[in-house]
């Protein structure tokens, strides 16, 4: 099974960094689907979820068809990243991993609204 990754386009920063990733991971030997809510807005039924909630917060399902949102997905994307493995890691730790819940959620929040404010969605 295939690790898909739902991302907002239309969010510039996201677009940047799901960019950056998509070289990381497109260079290895990584299988990946990579899933533009934006462009495919019908594509969040596969997942269950509401669409607002997918272009404020990154989407993975992993190739055991769990899903994984926000931080939570960024952590299973450094697994399968190249020399990011450790990385990982350290973001799973119990105390890491509820800080770097509590700051993405607060960061994709707020750049959720500015690119609402700003008509991007």
Known sequence: ???KVYY????????????????KLDAGDAS??????????????????????????LHVVDAQGKLHVGADAITELMVATPRRHWAARLVRLPVVR???RLAYNAFAALLYRWNRWRKRC
């Open 32 to 57: 990946v689907e990579w899933i533009d809510v934006h462009t495919e807005n019908h594509a969040v039924a596969e997942i269950g979820a509401d669409l607002e909630f997918v272009r404020e917060r």
């Open 98 to 100: 509820q800080v770097a």
């Open 8 to 23: 907002n386009s239309a969010c510039p920063v996201c677009d940047a960094g799901i960019r950056c990733q998509r070289v």
């Open 1 to 3: 099974m295939v690790t």
